[in-house]
């Protein structure tokens, strides 16, 4: 049980983006890009009008992606689609992956990122994105969410993403899940993590806002790469995104 307990612990580690802790950085480093806005998250919603049944495609050096963004996570869909539409994420790599659990991008300071050079502290000077966490929205496999840092009200990075890969799991395990996190999974989710699989322990703690609806062969090729210590790829895997009209 302890070993489990911190297993979930490091991983969970591995999805906070701009905390000092979190990154085991006594000087993190800023961000170089001067143009971030600070913008609050109601004016995220205001400022940009979204159509709903919001889809983006993820062009990476592995292939296409296909996610779509739910509507019942407003701030998060609308933030993401800014950014989109702003190229922001285009260049920018998928700079930590894990094989059966995620893989994880979005740092602006990856886009001209040297060779084994640590990332995952970018976007911190970034206004958090309020916690939007839904009973109906699980990290099951596909599932599209928000890191964060180690603030006690769970608001998301952003601009850092990660995408589920996950694995199966048991009765026993989504039993455990339920009491430390506060949750209650129907019928239907307990199937979809046990056939599917998922990162079910990262319920209630992270903002899923979207889904893989295709492409889930790239997010396993992906996954299976070559890394360096980190977990970040030996090879640039990039990503360019755009809004599907």
Known sequence: MKACKFLVIFLMAGLFAGNTIAQVKKNPVKPRTATVRKTAAKEVVSE???????????????????VKLYDSTPLHRDN????????????????????GFMIQGGDPLSKNAQPGAPLGMGGGDMTRIPAEFRSSLIHKKG??????????EKASSACQFYIVQGKPASDPELDMIEKSNGIKYTAAQ????KTKGGTPFLDNNYTVFGEVESGMEVIDKIASV????????????????????
């Open 48 to 66: 940009v009008k979204i159509d709903k049944s919001v889809r983006v495609k993820i062009v990476t050096d592995s292939g296409i992606i296909i």
């Open 80 to 99: 993401f689609a800014k950014l989109v539409n702003e190229h922001f994420y285009d260049s920018l790599l998928f700079h930590r992956v894990i094989q």
């Open 143 to 152: 599932a599209l969410a928000a890191a964060r840092d180690g603030n006690p």
């Open 190 to 193: 307990r199937g979809i993590y």
């Open 226 to 245: 070559a890394k360096a210590p980190g977990d970040r790829p030996i090879g640039d895997v990039r990503m360019h995104m755009e809004i599907i009209k």
